[in-house]
Structure formats: structure tokens, C-alpha cells
């Protein structure tokens, strides 16, 4: 989690743990990351949830997108980021399906072994439309670059 959380810094975003949940039928996701008004939920999966649990905490994520949250992030081993895409595929509302991005990234220990770069891919929204080119140019922050930070023999 420490090296997800720290892509994410580099990144010029702020960083912080979820609220506690109230009880155990409520999920907490991972960690929080804000970069201005922008507010995503970034969760860390080594291995598959059961079933009934994905469709649980996959509703939340629906009402999370649907509540303000920008996107939803997974980032985790290929097995389990399929179970996470397949699940999606059936609990998340299809409005907000594209939000909740899944990243194959790291191996069972939670080592980082491949490229992060998806975490950013959709992470820059269009400016609204009917808006002119000078006025976008003038307001657009800068497209921030997928933050490149060492790895010493091989694992973060």
C-alpha cells in the first residue's frame, strides 16, 4: 500500500486513510487520494473477495461514484484485478462502469511489477463543452506525467 500511496504523492495528490467504518457490513477503502475538487478511492487487491463480498462493497462503489468520488481504483494482481473486472461487470451501475478502473500491476506479495501509467490514463477530465480554446488554455491545470520513481532490485 505504502508504494501505491507514494506513485499517488508523486503525482500531486493528497493522501489519507478511510474512515472506520460504522459496521462490518460497510467497507473502508484503502486509502484516499485528492488532487484539488478531484477525489478518487484507491484500493490495494492481492487476492479475490468472495462473491457475496464484491457485490457488497461494489454497490458502495456505485454510490460512491454517483456521491462525488471521481473514480474508483484498483490496483492488485492479475487474478484478483479479473475477479474485481468480472464482479464490476455485474454490480456497478453501466453509467459509472468506467470509473472504477482496475490496474494488474503487482504480484502476491504486493510488490509493484508493472507499469503504473493506467493509474493516470483517464485521471485528466475533458474541459466542459461550448467553452472556448483560450478560456481552457487559460484555466486547464497542467497535464501532470506518471510519476517515475526508482525500484531497487526489483520490488519497491
Keep these: 500500500m505504502a508504494a501505491i500511496s507514494a506513485r499517488f504523492m508523486a503525482a500531486g495528490y493528497a493522501w489519507s486513510r ?5 459496521s462490518t457490513r460497510e467497507h473502508a477503502a484503502d486509502g484516499i487520494a485528492r488532487r484539488g475538487e478531484r477525489v478518487e478511492r ?8 468472495t462473491l457475496a ?11 460512491w461514484l454517483t456521491e462525488g468520488v471521481e473514480r474508483v481504483v484498483y490496483v492488485g494482481t492479475s487474478a484478483a484485478m479479473r475477479a474485481v ?10 453509467a459509472v462502469r468506467d470509473r472504477l478502473v482496475t490496474v494488474a500491476a503487482l504480484d502476491e506479495r504486493g510488490h509493484i511489477m508493472e507499469d503504473l501509467d493506467a ?20 484555466e486547464a491545470p497542467p497535464a501532470l506525467p506518471a510519476p517515475t520513481l526508482p525500484v531497487w532490485g526489483g520490488r519497491d
Aim: glycine fraction near 6%; charged fraction near 30%.
Design 53 to 63: 463480498r464484491y457485490q457488497s462493497i461494489l454497490l458502495g462503489h456505485t454510490r
Design 42 to 49: 484507491v484500493e490495494v487487491e492481492l487476492t479475490a473477495k
Design 119 to 138: 493509474l493516470w490514463a483517464s485521471s485528466n477530465t475533458a474541459p466542459p463543452l461550448g467553452r472556448g480554446i483560450e478560456d481552457e488554455a487559460a
Design 85 to 94: 473486472s468480472r464482479e464490476a461487470d455485474k454490480w456497478v451501475h453501466p
Design 18 to 22: 478511510d474512515r472506520q467504518p460504522a
